[in-house]
Structures are given as C-alpha cells and as structure tokens.
C-alpha cells in the first residue's frame, strides 16, 4: 500500500493521550519512529504550549486536537492566539456553523496552520445521533453535510470515521484532507469506538491520515505496536 515504513509513518499520527508533560515527554523518547503526533486536550491543558516547543526541538509533526466549538468572535480570537505555535493541524468542530468555520479560517489565513473540521465523534453511532442528540438523519448523510460546511468555508480537510472517508474524498477529492481516528488493528479492544476499521481497510477506504491512541500507548511494547502497524502498510 505504501512504498516503504518511513512513509507510512509520516501518514500515522499517535494520540499522546497522557495526562501530563513528563508522562508525554517519557513516551515521545520511547517511540522515535513516531513523526508525526497528536496533543488533545487532557495534555494541552495540564501542561500548556510547552509541550508543542518539545515536539517541534525534536522536529516533529504536530496535530493539535482543541476541538474549538463556540461562536464566530470565539473561535476566531482563539485560532489567533494558537496561530503562532506553528502547529501542522488544528481541529474545530463543524458544528460551530459556518461563519465561526469561516472566520476561524480567516484567523490562520497567514499561518501555516491548516484547520481541520471534526464532524462527528467516532464514538458516536447512529442511535445517540437520532436519540439523545434528536439529529433526524442517517449518520453517513449527516458526516457528508459537515463535510460539505467545512469545505465551504475553505478548510483543509474533516476528521471522520474511516467508514466515511470514501464519500468524503469520491465528493471533494484527494487534497481536501480526511483525518480518520477509529483505527484498531485485528485484535485490539474497539473501547469506546463506535465505528472502527483496521489501519488497512481505513487508507484502503480513502483516509488520507490516521489517529491511532489506544493501540499503541497502551500495547504491552508500544514501539513493537507501531511497528507492526507500519509493517502491515507496505
Ligand atoms: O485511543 P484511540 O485510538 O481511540 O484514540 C483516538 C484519538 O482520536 C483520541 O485522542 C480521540 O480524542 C480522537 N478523536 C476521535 N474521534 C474524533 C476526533 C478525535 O476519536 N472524531
């Protein structure tokens, strides 16, 4: 699928879903291979843009997971004031309308950040959609409305389940992005994901990256975890 496991592995962003910067520090020296990492809220709040500086000492990829959601003003003055971390990948959820999508966009016009719209959580499935959320529509009709928000107000790309990434990309194309979390290689727990795929079957499905947390930090030799996912690509 993939020339070589170098190149998988800049396609393969690990959730440091660890709950302090010592912790993350520890766990980005025992994963070298990783290039490319995701920073969520649980370490963005207990330590602070710190952990971005050490990321980015160690020349690595960075995928900062905020998940901003609040109105235009909002989300605006907060993609400024994250603009100059220099981050690969900023999230906000869709959800957030089209002029806090757009005016968010515009806040980063000049960064190199490229914003990315959540569109819904993986851990959500269609009967919490229609029922506790009182959505009305089917789950891959509603991810495919989200999209089409964040792609007109000019985003990079969406967060979904690989479930939903070949409407995604068949409706807007390869450079329009398709971040897919979900991910659990055969034999792993699912956990509280309601719509996975392997790591496999989710770039077969048109995923242009991958989230992988669980899998790998909390394998019994997270570096053979890694590995044997890159391994599984080429
Ligand atoms: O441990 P696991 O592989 O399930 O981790 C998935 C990561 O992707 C978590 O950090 C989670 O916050 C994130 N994520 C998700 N679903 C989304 C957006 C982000 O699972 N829609």
Redesign the pocket.
């Known amino acids: 699928m993939f020339d070589s496991q170098e190149a998988v592995a800049s396609k393969i962003i690990v959730?440091l879903?660890v709950p302090n910067l010592e912790v993350a520090i520890a766990t980005i020296h025992r994963l070298p291979q990783v290039q490319f990492w995701?920073v969520?809220l649980e370490l963005f709040c207990a330590s602070g843009p710190i952990i971005l500086d050490v990321l980015k000492d160690q020349g690595k990829r960075i995928f900062l997971?905020l998940?901003l959601h609040d109105i235009p003003n909002t989300v605006a003055a907060a993609a400024r004031a994250i603009a100059p971390y220099g981050v690969d990948f900023l999230?906000i959820h869709t959800a957030t309308g089209l002029a806090g999508l757009k005016t968010a966009q515009a806040a980063l016009e000049d960064s190199t950040t490229q914003l990315i719209g959540?569109?819904?959580?993986?851990?959500i499935d269609t009967s919490t959609l229609q029922q506790e959320l009182q959505i009305p529509l089917d789950l891959p009709t509603y991810v495919e409305c989200m999209a089409d928000l964040a792609h007109e107000a000019g985003l990079s790309g969406i967060?979904?389940?690989p479930q939903e990434a070949a409407r995604v990309k068949q409706r807007w194309g390869e450079e329009f992005l398709r971040i897919c979390?979900?991910?659990?290689p055969l034999g792993t727990a699912a956990?509280?994901?309601a719509r996975s795929l392997t790591p496999n079957a989710a770039f077969a499905a048109g995923a242009s990256y991958l989230?992988?947390?669980?899998?790998i930090?909390q394998a019994a030799d997270p570096a053979a975890a890694f590995d044997e996912i890159c391994r599984s690509l080429v």
């Open positions: 959730a879903d995701k969520g997971d998940k999230t959540v569109t819904l959580l993986t851990s967060v979904c389940s979390p979900g991910i659990r956990g509280d994901q989230v992988i947390g669980r899998p930090l």
